[in-house]
């Protein structure tokens, strides 16, 4: 990228706690990935009780959008909102942990057809939601995660496996796991027992989210390859913008 390129705008769609670990995280995951990859990026905090109205236009000056994790938001709808303006208009995405979940969501309301959608962290009592309780919680946990050979993410880590961590109690449904099988909508990376940890869209110019938090890579002064490419992407729009 030249030094003549835009700086990509990323909005982080969340309800900031400085107390949550991922949110001390990810400015030192974005600060590793603008330096190591040589690109110029700035970003910004989005509260979802800002998101009402013309979501649109909101996220019209942003190049990227990360959903950022530390759910239930304040304004469910809102995030929702703005996953479904990044998916439309080919604005890249990244969802990571209660943004994995939220991405889930919004594909299942727009396009699987499943009305009001539940999450279960939401709605104990839903019969069928989308986003239900893990069997087993994965708090401040580590996993192993394998991608999916041939997809985007696979080249992105250029490895099998890797280690990630959680914190998290909640993701994807067993029941509804089987619509990733077909469609653009895919899973690309699942643990050692076989559930959803990833997923991207594919046709999209970068669209992936993941149940994990990539972003705990910034405390040990690690930059991710997940969020080096996430923020090369949001920079790619940028100039195309700016054209």
């Known amino acids: 990228m030249s030094p003549s390129s835009p700086a990509a705008a990323i909005a982080l769609i969340g309800d900031r706690d400085p107390l949550a670990a991922a949110h001390q995280a990810i400015p030192l995951a974005l600060t590793l990935a603008r330096d190591t990859g040589g690109i110029s990026c700035d970003w910004t905090w989005i509260p979802t009780r800002a998101l009402v109205g013309d ?28 996953i479904r303006v990044a998916r439309e208009t080919g604005r890249p995405f990244l969802g990571t942990c209660g943004g994995f979940q939220h991405a889930m969501l919004e594909y299942a309301e727009a396009v699987w057809g499943v009305r009001d959608p539940a999450h279960a962290e939401l709605d104990p009592s839903a019969p069928d939601p989308v986003i239900a309780p893990l069997t087993c919680g994965l708090v401040e946990a580590d996993g192993e995660v394998r991608f999916t050979a041939g997809s985007r993410l696979a080249a992105i880590y250029g490895v099998e496996a890797i280690v990630e961590t959680y914190h998290c109690r909640y993701g994807l449904n067993p029941r509804y796991a089987a619509r990733l099988e077909d469609g653009p909508f895919r899973v690309v990376a699942r643990d050692l027992a076989g559930d959803v940890r990833a997923i991207e869209l594919q046709g999209h110019p970068f669209f992936m989210a993941t149940l994990y938090q990539p972003e705990r890579s910034g405390f040990a002064g690690r930059a991710h390859p997940l969020i080096g490419a996430f923020v090369a992407a949001a920079t790619t729009y940028a100039s195309t913008r700016a054209r």
């Not at 950022?68 to 929702?80: F, L």
């Open 55 to 82: 979501v649109a236009a909101i996220l019209a000056a942003f190049d990227g959008v990360w959903c950022v994790p530390k759910s239930p938001y304040e304004n469910t709808a809102g995030a929702i909102a703005a």
